[in-house]
C-alpha cells in the first residue's frame, strides 16, 4: 500500500480555499474584523466546535479521538483567553480587556488551564496514544495536501505572531490550521483511504 495519498479530496478545498485568502486578507481586510469576538474568531470557533464535534462522534480509536476532542478545547480555549475576551471588555474601549490580574480571582485562570493541558497529557501518555498513531502511520494513507495546508498554517500563524502586528493576516493563518485539522479529522474518521482497517471492535 502505497503511504502518502496525493488525492484532492472535497474536504481539501475547504483549508485550499482559505491558504488562498490569506494574501489579500493580509493586505485589504479590515483589522476590525479580526478584533477578539470579530468576525474571523468567530468562523474560527465555529471550526473548532465542528473540530470537537467530529471527535467525540468518531468511531475509530475512540481513545484517540477523545484525546484530540480534549487537544481542540486547549485550542477553544486559547481562542477566548481562558474567557476573558468573552466577559471582561474593558468599557468604552476596541479591543481592550481587563488583564486576569485586575478581575476577582483571575490569579486561578492560568493555573487551572495549566492543570487542564497536563490532564489532556496525562490521558495521551496513559492510554498510549502514540501506538494508536505508530497504527495508523502504518496502516492508513497520509493525505499530503491536508497535512501540508496545515504545516502552511501552523507557519504563518508563528510568523504573524511574532513578527507582524497584523491582525487579519495572524486570524486568518489561524483559521488555516484550523480548517486544515478538521478537514484531517474528517478524512481520518469518514474516508477509507484514511482509516483503512482501523475501526475499534
Do not use: Q
Given at each position: 500500500m502505497k503511504i502518502f495519498d496525493f488525492k484532492m479530496y472535497g474536504i481539501t478545498?475547504?483549508?485550499?480555499?482559505?491558504?488562498?485568502?490569506?494574501?489579500?486578507?493580509?493586505?485589504?481586510?479590515?483589522?476590525e474584523l479580526a478584533y477578539e469576538n470579530g468576525l474571523l474568531e468567530n468562523i474560527q470557533m465555529l471550526v473548532l466546535f465542528f473540530?470537537?464535534?467530529?471527535?467525540?462522534?468518531?468511531?475509530?480509536y475512540k481513545k484517540l479521538f477523545t484525546?484530540?476532542?480534549?487537544?481542540?478545547?486547549?485550542?477553544m480555549l486559547r481562542e477566548v483567553n481562558c474567557g476573558?475576551?468573552?466577559f471582561f471588555p474593558i468599557?468604552?474601549?476596541?479591543n481592550m480587556f481587563?488583564?486576569?490580574?485586575?478581575?476577582?480571582?483571575?490569579?486561578?485562570?492560568h493555573p487551572l488551564y495549566g492543570l487542564y493541558i497536563a490532564f489532556v497529557v496525562l490521558y495521551f501518555l496513559k492510554n498510549k496514544l502514540f501506538l494508536d498513531i505508530w497504527n495508523i502511520i502504518k496502516k492508513s494513507k497520509i493525505p499530503v495536501w491536508n497535512v501540508l495546508l496545515l504545516i502552511l498554517?501552523?507557519?504563518?500563524?508563528?510568523?504573524?505572531?511574532?513578527?507582524?502586528?497584523?491582525?487579519p493576516f495572524e486570524e486568518i493563518s489561524e483559521l488555516l490550521m484550523y480548517t486544515s485539522i478538521v478537514s484531517l479529522i474528517w478524512l481520518y474518521?469518514?474516508?477509507?483511504?484514511?482509516?483503512?482497517?482501523?475501526?475499534?471492535?
Open positions: 478545498y475547504l483549508p485550499l480555499v482559505v491558504a488562498f485568502l490569506v494574501v489579500p486578507c493580509m493586505l485589504y481586510l479590515p483589522k473540530c470537537f464535534y467530529m471527535s467525540v462522534v468518531s468511531k475509530n484525546f484530540v476532542a480534549l487537544f481542540i478545547v486547549i485550542l476573558r475576551t468573552l468599557p468604552g474601549e476596541v481587563y488583564s486576569w490580574k485586575d478581575i476577582p480571582y483571575g490569579w486561578l485562570a498554517g501552523l507557519v504563518l500563524s508563528l510568523i504573524a505572531e511574532k513578527f507582524t502586528h497584523n491582525f474518521t469518514k474516508n477509507d483511504n484514511c482509516i483503512e482497517e482501523n475501526t475499534e471492535k
